[in-house]
């Protein structure tokens, strides 16, 4: 947490340069996502916190910006909006035939980061459960930040099956980051040289990607939710992490509609301070 | 592309620390003193820098540095966002809670405790589910119960010496610290074989 060093709660808002970038950004992307026919939805802002925080993990839960209605109930702004959209789909979108493409486009707001407002875009596939659909959206997600103006990025991808051999407490330090309680360091290795028996990796050694792929055991997401796949990519020239997903088929379970989903959110707090036109 | 780049806590951890840098077979250009806070390896490509050390976490958590070596006791302190990648064999101390020898019962319910580590005394005292009152300090935590400031403190410790000049007694151990290499999340993935290559080395 980055509480200590910062400012918990900064907020510094764009000036019309990083403006312009976004709306560029926030552009691009919707013509993407509109291309291979994903529709809009917008969660609510502010939501229910308790109708939230089940799924939420205990540091996502401190995270949130929590605050009382005059009823004394508690609220939150957004914090996530994969839980948001399976919050709002279960509640709405029940007798909408399946696969549903959904994409989305806002801030979600959290303290103790280096921004409280973050930015960010994004597509849930809802109800497939498909190897095929896991490999479309790791392309999508690809093609998408290429798109937005950074060419040299990496893939990562981890999977729950790979970590089998991992305890509760094992996973609880990788999460936490703390390999130095592990025998050894976790495996990253280029999905040519992966010996894992896990189908998706498999695939994607004939599904190519447009960039370097890796297996990561590391990668076990700060998300509860996730249930096979989770990836992330990231830029190495401008050291930062551009997006995050995965398969998450219990989520909207939670909500009361059984069906399986995979998505990904791209970061664009990165590319606004980057100063990167697309 | 900006060199690999790797901070150093100053003070007692620094000679180590750049000695582990040399078996990692990192050559500095020019040898530290110092007032030098930075020095290249030009032929690796990789910058050292010499920074205090409670800012060796929060230059690896926010990138300007992709590792760093430091003391547990800062890097747990300050719960940074960092990798822990391993511990270093140097650097060892205790954070103790230490107590003028004459005091009776120190550790008690309400008790003033002077620490430069409010973060890792609070949940030790919590843990023990004793309430207990912090008082923040930046240094000579051993003056703190002489001159009425807390009753008791909580300070690292190597061998008690500046302890007992004091007049105070280690009672508990609050946290063992030795030096950690720590890294960047991102900077993780990107140099991962040449982090293999260092774990060994």
Known sequence: ?278 | MKPLTIALAKGALFPDALATLSKFGITLDHPFDSRRLSAMDSKNHIQVLQIRSWDVPVYVAMGAADFGIVGQDVVYEQQAPVLHLWPLPFGHCDLVVAAPESAENPIKAHVTVATKYPFLTQKFFQEKGIDIQLVKLYGAIEMAPATGLANIITDLSVTGKTLKENGLTPLETVFKSQALFIGNKTSFKTYYDQVKTWINA
């Open chain 1, 1 to 278: 947490m980055l509480g200590d060093m910062i400012n918990p709660l900064p907020s510094r808002g764009f000036s019309p340069e990083e403006a312009q970038t976004l709306q560029v950004l926030l552009e691009k992307s919707r013509d993407l996502f509109e291309s291979h026919a994903f529709l809009p939805i917008q969660s609510p802002t502010i939501d229910d916190f308790n109708g939230l925080s089940k799924v939420m993990t205990s540091s996502l839960n401190q995270a949130c910006i929590k605050f009382f209605d005059h009823q004394g109930h508690i609220k939150v702004l957004r914090p996530d909006h994969t839980i948001a959209i399976a919050k709002l789909a279960a509640s709405q979108l029940k007798d909408t035939p399946l696969p549903l493409k959904l994409y989305y486009q806002g801030p979600v707001f959290r303290q103790f980061t280096q921004e409280t407002e973050i930015y960010q875009t994004g597509v849930e596939y809802l109800g497939c459960d498909q190897l095929d659909t896991e490999l479309k959206i790791l392309k999508l997600a690809v093609t998408t930040i290429q798109a937005l103006g950074i060419p040299d990025i990496v893939l990562d991808i981890g999977h729950k099956q790979g970590h089998h051999h991992w305890s509760d407490e094992e996973k609880q330090a990788l999460l936490e980051g703390r390999y130095d309680t592990l025998a050894q360091l976790p495996i990253r290795e280029s999905i040519q040289h992966c010996t894992q028996p896990i189908p998706l990796l498999k695939a994607l050694e004939t599904h190519k990607m447009n960039c370097p792929v890796y297996f990561n055991e590391a990668l076990i997401s700060p998300m509860d939710y996730y249930t096979g796949m989770m990836f992330e990519i990231y830029s190495p020239t401008l050291n930062c992490l551009l997006a995050s997903g995965g398969r998450y088929d219990t989520l909207l379970n939670a909500f009361g509609w059984p069906i399986p989903a995979v998505g990904f959110a791209i970061h664009l707090n990165p590319f606004i301070e980057k100063g990167r036109l697309p």
